[in-house]
């Protein structure tokens, strides 16, 4: 799809997500990757791997490079394959490329991570590979591809990666604080799909909004596509930003 293509309505809608920029080439690959949701998903791998006994750096590096392909790459251009949400012009051989390179890239570094030591990460190898595959292009009848399919997949799944590529055994401890963690990280997965599922309506869906509040005190106030935006865009801002600092205070607490 190029600007071209699109209809009047199309053109009449707002960016896509927040965080898109207009235009194409660098433009369009910058909304393709989602960055703020991108560093968040892999916070959840740094939350894991501090979990751990021991903190090997180098495994850490390897195992969020391996996300950042998955999911930061492969899973954004298949779910841009699937039905072009994002309106890149980027092109439909593109994205099959980007996505097929990127997972086996993806699955490769987890072949390292397993011959490194993490042996229960060839378990996760497929699962994971799975994940990115059935939720974005909605296999199985769209069965992965619910709000909870989503909080487990992209919170719960990366901090268990990230705790087993670190410590493949899991003690009655252990197991009680990283069932805890990974509850936490799939909880605010699920947070934020119950806030981006609406706000991508407004945004990509909704040509425009008419109504108004009456409160209390007689005030009235209008009904605006942008007054519907801004608590649950501005909540995920606040949460795109909490997240990944929440992962560098753990990282610090195991460096300093």
């Known amino acids: 799809m190029t600007t071209g293509d699109r209809s009047a309505a199309d053109r009449a809608l707002p960016r896509a997500a927040f965080y898109a920029r207009g235009g194409s080439g660098l433009a369009d690959w910058w909304t393709l990757l989602h960055p703020p949701y991108t560093i968040w998903h892999l916070s959840y ?3 894991g791997a501090t979990l751990a006994t021991t903190l090997r ?3 850490l590096g390897l195992t969020v490079l391996a996300f950042l392909l998955a999911v930061g790459v492969a899973a954004h251009a298949l779910d841009e394959l699937n039905g072009r949400p994002l309106g890149t012009s980027l092109r439909t051989t593109t994205l099959q490329t980007a996505a097929g390179l990127a997972l086996t890239g993806a699955v490769a570094l987890g072949v390292v991570v397993v011959v490194l030591g993490a042996t229960w990460v060839v378990v996760l190898i497929p699962v994971g590979a799975l994940l990115v595959v059935a939720y ?3 296999l199985f009848g769209g069965r992965l591809h619910t709000d909870w399919g989503f909080a487990v997949a992209w919170g719960g799944f990366p901090v268990v990666t990230g705790y087993l590529a670190q ?3 899991v003690g009655w401890r252990s197991g009680l604080v990283l069932a805890a963690a990974t509850s936490a990280a ?3 997965a699920y947070a934020q799909r119950q806030l981006s599922t609406p706000a991508r309506t407004l945004r990509r869906r909704v040509l425009a909004v008419a109504g108004s509040m009456h409160c209390t005190d007689g005030r009235t106030t209008s009904l605006e596509r942008d ?3 801004q608590p649950l865009e501005g909540t995920l ?6 997240v990944p600092l929440t992962a560098v205070a753990l990282l610090l ?4």
């Open 45 to 47: 791998v740094v939350v």
């Open 57 to 59: 750096w180098g495994l």
């Open 136 to 138: 974005n292009l909605e």
């Open 167 to 169: 410590d493949p055994r």
């Open 186 to 188: 799939t909880a605010s």
């Open 227 to 229: 007054t519907l935006l």
């Open 237 to 242: 801002r606040a949460m795109a930003w909490a």
């Open 253 to 256: 607490g195991r460096a300093l």
